[in-house]
């Protein structure tokens, strides 16, 4: 299990586990983002900000958020 904010772009993961404020967490989830989903990583910048795709839907999100997202092969 690594952090997504390790995961390299044009590989797809499955989360295994979300750690983060329960609010943010709660947010992650209802657009799809759960235990189990598949999660694509499209872009990584230096600053630790990512791109990301799941559920058909790409979204940037910040390095915090990435640190908290724990990823599976």
């Not at 390299?8 to 404020?21: A, F, N, S």
């Not at 499209?42 to 724990?70: C, D, P, V, Y």
């Amino acid at each position: 299990m690594i952090a997504l904010v390790q995961g390299e772009p044009g590989k797809r993961y499955r989360v295994m586990d979300i750690r983060l404020d329960t609010a943010v967490k709660r947010r992650f989830e209802i657009l799809g983002m759960t235990k189990g989903a598949g999660v694509s990583v499209l872009n990584k910048k230096r600053s630790g900000a990512m791109i990301i795709k799941f559920r058909g839907t790409r979204f940037a999100i910040g390095k915090k958020f990435a640190e908290g997202i724990l990823i599976g092969g």
